[in-house]
């Protein structure tokens, strides 16, 4: 099952959104930083429309639809590669996914702590982003050491490894995450084999105020994402609010449709943010009608992300 690790800054409404993607009220959420400490973790199965449509194509009864398991992690802070914060053990929780959303605070409420301050969404991301890019070069270099003797033996696949290690550490050293590196397929398995931190696809959570979810696109702190995530990180972003989709846990699936409508709003965030890691629907057509299953899954076009078997 894919594994979706929550990160971001302290009281950025990690928990929040967590509770809302898992329908639960699982997870402390609270006014203060660092109030996560031990990860928070819960499985989503996620809406997808596309799946029935299959299903009418292939004439089968089965669905299966696709599940997420969600991580909802302690805050990160600036230096936390190093120990700074809650220290660098949660860098390990991150570890463990295969993509990442990374939430941040696109919301101006003067009774929620910024532990940074103004809200400033990109130098968030920034903040997040360079932790995982000096947690990766410290995993890189340690790799090179080890790898160097075996790659000098003659090794074939240790000389491929180090060749890519090597073009890693000055693309790390530019603060540049290790999505974007410029990476055959080969190389690309390998990059997922180094279970590096910002190798992993991200998809950045604006979390918007209340009032601003109808017209998020138009949020200047969302348009900033949007601007920096184009030029300087593969990867996409989904404007929620997280404080109201938490609100919809104990409406039915109708009068959550209802809600939102009110606020101009065609589609939960929260659909969106638990679409957004899964990007097919696969009927598989070979057996007879009353054997088929519409599958629902990851791209396979990602090496990481796959289908689940059937
Ligand atoms: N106004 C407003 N407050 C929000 C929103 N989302 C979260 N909050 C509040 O922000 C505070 C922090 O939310 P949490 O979900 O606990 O934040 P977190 O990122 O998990 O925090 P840590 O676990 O401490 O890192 C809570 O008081 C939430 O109610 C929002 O969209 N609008
Ligand atoms: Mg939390």
Redesign the pocket.
């Given at each position: 099952m894919l594994k979706a690790g929550i990160v971001?800054l302290?009281?950025?409404?990690?928990?929040?959104?967590f509770n809302a993607l898992t329908r639960s009220r699982k997870?402390?959420?609270?006014?203060?930083?660092?109030?996560?400490i031990d990860p928070n973790v819960g499985v989503v199965i996620v809406p997808d429309e596309r799946a029935y449509v299959l299903k009418a194509i292939a004439k089968t009864n089965v669905v299966v639809p696709a599940a997420i398991e969600f991580v909802?992690i302690?805050?990160l802070v600036a230096g936390a590669s190093k120990g700074e914060g809650l220290g660098n053990q949660f860098l390990a929780n991150i570890r463990e996914t295969d993509a990442i959303v990374h939430?941040v605070r696109c919301?101006v409420?003067d009774d929620?702590i910024h532990t940074m301050g103004a809200v400033d969404p990109v130098r968030d991301i920034e903040v997040i982003s360079t932790e995982l890019v000096l947690a990766d070069l410290e995993s890189v270099e340690k790799r090179i050491s080890k790898t160097q003797k075996l790659a000098k033996s003659g090794d074939k696949d240790a000389q491929a490894e180090l060749a890519l290690l090597e073009r890693l550490v000055p693309h790390l050293n530019e603060n540049k995450p290790a999505n974007i590196l410029p990476a055959t397929d080969d190389e690309k398995k390998l990059l997922q084999f180094f279970q590096l931190l910002s190798a992993k696809p991200v998809i950045y959570a604006c979390?918007?105020?209340?009032g601003d979810l109808a017209t998020a696109e138009e949020n200047p702190f969302v348009k900033k994402v949007a601007d920096f995530v184009k030029v300087h990180h593969d990867a996409a972003y989904v404007p929620i609010?997280?404080?109201?989709e938490s609100e919809l846990i104990d409406l039915s699936p109708e009068e959550a449709k209802e809600f939102l409508k009110d606020l101009g709003v065609t589609d939960s965030g929260v659909s969106c943010s638990s679409r957004a890691p899964m990007r097919s629907s696969a009927c598989r057509p070979t057996s007879p009608p009353e054997k088929r299953k519409c599958v629902a899954g990851p791209s396979r076009k990602d090496g990481r992300l796959r289908r689940p078997p059937a």
């Open positions: 971001g302290p009281n950025v409404g990690k928990s929040t959104l997870a402390e959420a609270a006014n203060y930083p660092f109030c996560t909802d302690a805050g939430v919301f409420d929620i979390n918007v105020a209340e609010s997280a404080r109201i």
